[in-house]
Nanobody
Framework: VQLVESGGGLVQAGGSLRLSCTASGSTSNINGMGWYRQAPGKQRELVAAIATGGGSTNYADYVKGRFTISRDNAKNTITLLMNSLKPEDTAVYYC???????????????WGKGTLVTVSS
């Protein structure tokens, strides 16, 4: 699975950005996709995720009410709409795809190269 992100950039606090990620390759095996971010000196953390089947979503507490993740299964694309951005949202945002394989039961993680989001105060 290959993942390509787009949509990062520089925005003022309070502004909005839309990130997109398109998957290619063995996309029929993908169970879920999502966005993680990593700020300088910090660990990579989950931002939002969405299941391929059913579309259930999961958000980090610090983005609830501000960010929305959506998917287009036909295009193998997920989108993260980020509103009311804050300087602390500044980070490299990575697209992630998960494939559950069995046996043995395990989760395979695939990552995009990342896109930089900078929020100025």
């Amino acid at each position: 699975v290959q993942l390509v992100e787009s949509g990062g950039g520089l925005v003022q606090a309070g502004g909005s950005l839309r990130l997109s990620c398109t998957a290619s390759g063995s996309t029929s095996n993908i169970n879920g996709m999502g966005w993680y971010r990593q700020a300088p000196g910090k660990q990579r953390e989950l931002v939002a995720a969405i299941a391929t089947g059913g579309g259930s979503t999961n958000y980090a507490d610090y983005v609830k009410g501000r960010f929305t993740i959506s998917r287009d299964n036909a295009k193998n694309t997920i989108t993260l709409l980020m509103n009311s951005l804050k300087p602390e949202d500044t980070a490299v945002y990575y697209c992630n795809a998960k494939i559950v394989v069995n046996p043995p039961l395990r989760v395979l993680d695939y990552w995009g190269k990342g896109t930089l989001v900078t929020v100025s105060s």
